[in-house]
């Protein structure tokens, strides 16, 4: 099962006994700021869970599935996660 932007709220409010529409302004404000630092190409580290890097990606010859033929890729940023080895070593029960 996933966790959701509801399940997050439902967490904080349960966890740090804050209203629920309190709890919703602020996981809504932390997904804003992380998404707001990526837009302008910035890494976002959270200390002991892992960090959002923006990579750019060059031009690329690539080819179009339906037909076969073949196209170039226009350059593009792509956001990627690296997480500690603590964590890597939690999910993988080590």
Do not use: W, Y
């Not at 209203?19 to 700021?33: D, I, M, R």
């Amino acid at each position: 099962m996933a966790l959701t932007k509801k399940g997050i709220v439902e967490q904080i409010q349960a966890q740090i006994d804050f209203p629920k529409n309190k709890s919703l302004e602020t996981a809504e404000f932390l997904l804003e700021l992380i998404q707001a630092h990526l837009e302008v190409g910035d890494n976002v580290l959270v200390s002991g869970f892992g960090k959002f890097c923006v990579k750019e990606k060059k031009e690329r010859k690539g080819r179009n599935p339906a037909t076969g033929d073949d196209l170039m890729l226009k350059p593009r940023r792509v956001v990627t996660f690296k997480c500690p080895g603590k964590l890597r070593d939690k999910v993988n029960k080590k």
